[in-house]
Antibody
Framework: EVQLVQSGAEVKKPGATVKISCRVS????????MHWVQEAPGKGLEWMGV????????MYTEKFQGRVTITADTSTDTAYMEVRGLTSEDTAIYYC?????????WGQGTPVTVSS | DVVMTQSPLSLPVTLGQPASFSCRSS???????????LNWFHQRPGQSPRRLIY???NRDSGVPDRFSGSGSDTDFTLKISRVEAEDVGIYYC?????????FGQGTKVEIK
């Protein structure tokens, strides 16, 4: 059974950094890209970026380029998404997701609250 | 970036009646391999999204056959033949042909 288990909720102050993890099981981590998606309150889903765990190559949408880093640790089958310079606009639920075995699997989401 | 535009943004529906959602892309979604990577997702409040349809018209495993997808090039449609109570939530289209991938704004479905 494919599972994507994300780290728990975070509360951060403006200007801080948050790093969210997504640990996978049930498939070969390096076989499929890992995507990250933001769900901001009242704003729908936004595709943030992706990593190919096999070689670490990443792609980001322009909005997050330079402030977000997505990585993959093949020794622990875990993907990470780091956001620097947090503002209130980054308050959202963040999801990891992967297309495996012809389906599209999602993590449970990690709420991040940015507040002074 | 490819802009995905969905309509309507809100759709009150009657149980047992059909519903239809539109999604238009700002450029062709036909990939160099000939496929069209247009997906439809459904998200219920408080839950992770779930993919319903991939490559325009292919239903994911376990998706009821009352859901169907169609379209080509830049114009796509998701239809529900008979709406059930569990269908409430937000429906998103997402293109995976071009980088970066992009979502539409979503269509919120509520029961009348």
């Amino acid at each position: 059974e494919v599972q994507l288990v994300q780290s728990g909720a975070e509360v951060k102050k403006p200007g801080a950094t948050v790093k969210i993890s997504c640990r996978v099981s049930g498939y070969t981590f390096t076989d499929h890209y890992m995507h990250w998606v933001q769900e901001a309150p009242g704003k729908g889903l936004e595709w943030m970026g992706v990593v190919d765990p096999e070689d670490g190559v990443t792609m980001y949408t322009e909005k997050f380029q330079g402030r977000v880093t997505i990585t993959a640790d093949t020794s622990t089958d875990t993907a990470y998404m780091e956001v620097r310079g947090l503002t209130s606009e980054d308050t959202a639920i963040y999801y990891c997701a992967t297309p495996a075995f012809g389906a599209f699997y999602w993590g449970q989401g990690t709420p991040v609250t940015v507040s002074s | 970036d490819v802009v995905m535009t969905q309509s309507p943004l809100s759709l009150p529906v009657t149980l047992g009646q059909p519903a239809s959602f539109s999604c238009r892309s700002s450029r062709s979604l036909v990939s160099s391999d000939g496929n069209i990577y247009l997906n439809w997702f459904h998200q219920r409040p408080g839950q992770s999204p779930r993919r319903l349809i991939y490559k325009v018209s292919n239903r994911d495993s376990g998706v009821p056959d009352r859901f169907s997808g169609s379209g080509s090039d830049t114009d796509f449609t998701l239809k529900i033949s008979r709406v059930e109570a569990e269908d409430v939530g937000i429906y998103y289209c997402m293109q995976g042909t071009h980088w970066p991938h992009t979502f539409g704004q979503g269509t919120k479905v509520e029961i009348k």
